[in-house]
Structure formats: structure tokens, C-alpha cells
């Protein structure tokens, strides 16, 4: 089954936001870099929702901050077990 969701706004080369048909979530894309590029994906809960209403594209680039802050510790940490 594909992931049919309409795309809200982007900041190229940092984030997409997206709302998914099945459930209008809104998802973030978030561009993640430190050996290599990736990205992921975060349904954002309701505080997250909360701040891009009130903050706009800013609040969405503060939660990518964290995001990507997060999966950069997390890439560390696995590589730190071998």
C-alpha cells in the first residue's frame, strides 16, 4: 500500500513537512549529515504541531535541529559498539 501524503513546505537541503491522507498526520522529513546523507522521518506529536503553528517555518526548523542532533548520537553510539 503507498504512503500517499501531500507535501505542506520544505526548506531545501534541511527539511519536508508533509500531511498524510490515511490519518492527516503531518509528517517530518529531515535531512540528516555527518559521514554520510540520510533521511528520516518524524510523525510529529501535538506539542510538535502546536509549535509549527505558532512558529512557523522557524519551529520547524528547531524540531529538525533536534532530530538531527538525536540521530547523529544515535549513528555515534552504534558505531562506538562496532
Known sequence: MADHR???DRSPW???LYERDAD???VLE???GW???FTVEEVLSADQVATWRQEGRDGLSRISAVVNTREIA???GRMRRG
Do not use: H, S, T
Open 6 to 8: 501531500r507535501e505542506i
Open 14 to 16: 534541511d527539511w519536508i
Open 24 to 26: 492527516g498526520a503531518f
Open 30 to 32: 529531515v535531512v540528516v
Open 35 to 37: 559521514i554520510g546523507v
Open 74 to 76: 544515535a549513528a555515534r
